[in-house]
């Protein structure tokens, strides 16, 4: 069982293709345990690229998602909408459940995180 650490992106993608393959694996098998330490090995990698902490607040969470992937606040206008996204950047107006579900499902921002109640602006 060759398994090494994964270090950067390219490594990262390299171990998402070869889980792939290992998905359906019989349990008890080689291919298995492979696939269990590479899920392992990927969580790890992402909770250090990509930190989105449990001490985030929603609108902290998408900002760090931005911040992480290079996105901007055009890119999450593009998403919900212009003006919903220069509210919910400015704690003006509250994430809807379809915001969530949009942000869940392009960004893969953990929804749990996502529907934390926060503090708005007055």
Do not use: C, F
Request: without cysteine; glycine residues 4%.
């Amino acid at each position: 069982m060759d398994i090494r650490p994964i270090k950067n992106d390219e490594d990262h993608a390299e171990a998402l293709e070869e889980m792939k393959g290992l998905w359906n694996a019989a349990e008890g098998s080689q291919d298995y345990d492979r696939l269990a330490i590479m899920i392992t090995l990927v969580h790890d990698y992402e909770e250090h690229r990509w930190p989105i902490g449990k001490h985030l607040d929603p609108v902290q969470a998408i900002e760090a998602a931005m911040e992480a992937e290079g996105l901007n606040q055009s890119d999450l206008a593009a998403l919900i909408g212009k003006s919903r996204a220069t509210e919910i950047l400015r704690r003006k107006r509250p994430l809807t459940l379809g915001m969530i579900r949009k942000l869940n499902k392009a960004w893969h921002i953990p929804a749990e995180r996502l529907v934390q109640e926060y503090e708005l602006s007055a």
